[in-house]
């Protein structure tokens, strides 16, 4: 099965009509940063790379099923998109809501290729987490209570997928809407796993979270953050949603 | 008590006969044989399962076959008021804190469809503690906003089983209302009565303290803490107050499906002026007699039942008491009918004692230099709108929507004589407290009323509104005013 999925992910790659888009990217330095999930005390390593200042907005999208007719509506596959996918449209090529609102109930395998076809990837989540750390004026904002607050109201806040991009602060690195529009896919979405039973996911033997980090999920930013990985836990990568969006990253060339 | 008894039996033979009289041209829906083991009762036909809000209750099961019943529950992620002014988003089963009932009866077959509403921002799952099964059912229902998950399960223990998210950070999902209850009922069904009710506590934590305006954020801080803002019967402050009261007739026998969503807090439920006939101890097979409180543990449940003698206005509590009277742990039933003087015979006499009680009890003052700073002069609609708010969060309890008061407890605040007659004794006694007898409108009271601790602008907003409410005499009472009698 995997074989076949990967296959199919080539497939759809090789058809796809590269149109790089004019977005503004902004890098991320690299560095080593501690993550909520994984082995106790065990540090991450995230290499420089490049990440889209804002979101993909609407009329990004409509362009992109334009130009790449297999993702309109009408015709995506039911394998690579559930019944929600982009179901706040009213056709192939009319959007409701803003044109730079961030385009939203998107497949993980739609995101993919669309950020395949301007010749870039989905950040991977890790490199997700690595940029959403910061804040305006710090890369690791995490122990600071406003930013974590900021995060925690805005996820209290219902029906904000429909502000315009950079309608929220512009962090360290210059990127904006980390936090505060919509959700956002990563390439390895649900490698970590939130299971349906969230208790026993502090369970040491489960080896999903370590144990002190979940259980004593104390502090702000891990009940932020813990909310994040629940929610990648619950999505499939043919589920789309009213709060998921999605951006693209890219290497750095040498 | 051995009469009773047989009445009892008379009655449910007659319910019975009548019964099988009516069905007798139907399908045969009623079970005969009995089961050893619950897993083995066998179901026939589907049934949509009728959910209801609090304080309402599905119809009994009755006699009714075991079946497989279809319960279809959507997830609201909504915004709702705490209390008057005071708002909050909450997670909700089916639209409502607590979430909708669910009834069944020992061997249904439930299909559960649990939905997660696309606008919803967060996935969530579902914990019946009536589920013997892997995360009580939470494991398979974890689902994504915009769909919908189903899972199967067999109820086989008779009882009130709470039911919750379970979902990552646990305790937020549960802390924003995530919580409701399931009955099982036995075999043959529980015992009729006369009216039947669904009550359900919680503990909710907010940024702000008690009846601080706006949207209020959860605060998880204070929810580790386990220092509640809000501990409420049915979601909210006055849910069941006032018009929201659950009611009863003299003589009838009352069922009350008692719940504690918690997150945090046990309850010491108590009913002033019932003692419980019965009491279902968590819930459970074991009945316990002649009861004043029970308690019900968060994440657990009671049900209670006694009959009302004698009519009137019977205050339901958490007698952790000042989670009643100051976070808002208080619900009403009223009783309409005939007075039983046999059973009550209200005041009979009223003489002279002088209590060791009689010294003003008083609360922390606030810090009134830093409160000071924030006074800013209201307009007189504000006034209103501000005082009311307080009034609703502060005096509704004792003084009524309508400023009736309760009698022989609880002076009236409408018409008032004695609180028209002097405005710096009111302001005082909102500021100070009041104990002892006093004569309003030709009637003799006798209580305790503790001091607030109120702002300036509090106490002249909540007087202004009292003032110019209910045939009241219109007084404006400003800070100023309250300032002076403050530092007399």
């Given amino acids: 099965m995997k074989y076949y999925s990967t296959a199919l992910f080539l497939l759809l790659s090789l058809f796809c009509k590269l149109s790089a888009q004019n977005d503004k990217m902004a890098m991320v330095e690299g560095g ?91 950040p991977t989540m890790d490199e997700w987490e690595y940029a959403a750390m910061a804040n305006e004026n710090v890369p690791d904002a995490r122990k600071i209570k406003a930013y974590n607050q900021y995060i925690l109201n805005w996820y209290e806040t219902p029906k904000t997928f429909n502000q315009p991009v950079g309608s929220t602060f512009k962090n360290y690195y210059g990127i904006y809407d980390l936090h505060g529009l919509v959700w956002e896919w990563t390439q390895d979405f649900n490698t970590v796993l939130i299971s349906g039973e969230s208790r026993k996911d502090v369970d040491k033997d489960a080896n999903l979270f370590c144990g002190s980090a979940a259980i004593g999920a104390s502090d702000l930013m891990n009940y932020a953050a813990f909310m994040r990985y629940a929610f990648r836990g619950s999505m499939k990568a043919r589920y789309s949603s009213q709060n998921l969006g999605f951006r693209c990253a890219k290497d750095i060339e040498n | 008590m051995k009469s009773n008894i047989k009445k009892f039996f008379f009655t449910k033979m007659l319910v019975g006969i009548a019964a099988i009289a009516m069905l007798s041209s139907c399908v045969n829906d009623q ?88 606008d919803n921002k967060l996935p969530h799952n579902i914990d019946l503690h009536a589920v013997n099964g892997p995360g ?41 209302g995530m919580y409701g209850l399931i009955l099982v009922e036995p075999e043959g069904g529980l015992e009729p009565v006369d009216k039947e009710y669904y009550i359900m506590q919680g ?54 499906f008692v719940g504690n969503g918690g997150p945090n807090l046990v309850s010491s439920f108590h009913v002033i002026g019932e003692i419980f006939d019965k009491v279902y101890v968590e819930g459970g097979d074991l009945v316990n007699d002649n009861v004043q409180t029970t308690l019900i543990p968060a994440g657990g449940a009671a049900i209670v039942e006694f009959k009302v003698e004698v009519p009137g206005t019977f205050i339901l509590v958490d007698h952790s008491i000042f989670r009643a009277f100051n976070k808002g742990a208080l619900g009403m039933l009223k009783v309409g009918g005939e007075e039983n003087e046999k059973v009550f015979a209200g005041e009979i006499h009223d003489g002279i004692y002088l209590p060791e009680g009689s010294v003003i009890q008083s609360m922390p003052s606030l810090d009134r230099n830093k409160e000071k700073e924030e006074v800013k002069a209201l307009s007189f609609e504000e006034k209103m709108k501000f005082g009311k708010d307080k009034y609703m969060a502060t005096c509704v309890a004792c003084h009524q929507g ?26 005082d006694i909102v500021l100070h407290g009041l ?17 607030q601790a109120l702002s300036d602008q509090d106490v002249a907003n909540v007087l202004t509104y009292v003032y110019n409410s209910w045939g009241n005499n219109k007084t404006d009472v400003t800070p100023e005013m309250v300032e002076a009698v403050r530092n007399k």
Wanted: with cysteine; charged share 20%; hydrophobic share 35%.
């Fill in chain 2, 402 to 427: 309508n400023g009736q008061g309760i009698p022989n407890a609880f002076p009236p605040l409408a018409n008032s004589d004695y609180l028209n007659a002097d405005v710096d004794r009111a302001i």
């Fill in chain 2, 203 to 256: 503990d909710f934590y907010t940024e702000g303290k008690y009846g601080e305006r706006g949207l209020q954020a959860f605060d998880m801080q204070k929810a580790i803490d386990e220092n509640a803002d809000y501990v409420v019967f049915n979601g909210h402050v006055g849910a069941m107050t006032g018009d929201n009261a659950i009611t009863a007739n003299v003589g009838e026998t009352v069922r009350l």
């Fill in chain 2, 136 to 176: 009580g059912g939470a494991e398979s229902s974890f689902v994504a906003p915009g769909h919908e998950k189903v899972f199967s399960f067999k109820v086989l223990n008779p009882g009130l089983y709470v039911y919750h998210c379970a979902t990552a950070p646990v305790g937020m999902h549960i802390a924003n």
């Fill in chain 2, 435 to 451: 104990s002892g007898e006093i004569t309003v409108n030709g009637k003799k009271y006798n209580s305790v009323m503790t001091a």
């Fill in chain 2, 31 to 118: 079970s005969s044989k009995k089961y050893k083991d619950a897993v083995d009762i066998p179901v026939n036909q589907e049934m949509i399962a009728e959910l209801t809000s609090p304080p309402f209750v599905p119809t009994p099961v009755g006699k009714r076959m075991a079946k497989k019943l279809i319960v279809d529950l959507e997830i609201q992620e909504r915004e709702g008021e705490m209390t008057s002014g005071v708002k909050y988003i909450y997670w909700t089963f089916g639209g409502t804190v607590p979430g909708s009932f669910i009834r069944t009866r020992v061997g249904d077959e439930i299909e559960f469809h649990l939905k997660n509403h696309p």
């Fill in chain 1, 32 to 122: 080593v940063y501690l993550p909520l999930y994984g082995a106790e005390g065990k540090t991450v390593k995230v290499e420089p790379f490049l990440m889209d200042v804002h979101p993909v907005t609407n009329a990004d999208y409509l362009k992109f099923v334009q130009e790449n007719p297999k993702w309109k509506k009408s015709n995506v596959k039911s394998l690579f998109a559930d019944k929600s996918y982009l179901s706040k449209w009213t056709d192939d090529t009319t959007f409701t809501g803003l044109k730079d609102a961030p385009v939203n109930n998107v497949s993980w395998f739609a995101a993919k290729n669309y950020c395949e076809c301007q010749g870039k990837r989905l």
